[in-house]
């Protein structure tokens, strides 16, 4: 299992309708958070190992309406 966060910008005023659509329709997140800063959201997402994020970002989170720009970093280790 791969474990990936994502950092989601949106166009103004559409943050909630992009953080429910994400956990409505994409089922390898597994928690949406509003964030401050650069970005509106951060997306946990888990991912099977044949999975290839890129892809996945791309074709799944780029593809939800009102996402302007977004920035992913991979876990390596679960501390806890």
């Not at 991912?47 to 309406?65: A, C, E, K, Q, R």
Request: aromatic residues 10%; negative net charge.
């Amino acid at each position: 299992m791969q474990t990936i966060f994502v950092m989601v910008k949106c166009e103004l005023g559409q943050a909630y309708r992009v953080a429910d659509a994400a956990v409505q329709t994409i089922e390898a997140v597994s928690e949406v958070h509003s964030i401050s800063g650069q970005y509106d959201l951060l997306m946990k997402c888990y991912l099977p190992n044949d999975i290839d994020i890129g892809h996945f970002v791309n074709d799944s989170i780029h593809g939800l309406t009102g996402v302007r720009d977004t920035f992913t970093l991979i876990a390596f280790k679960a501390f806890g």
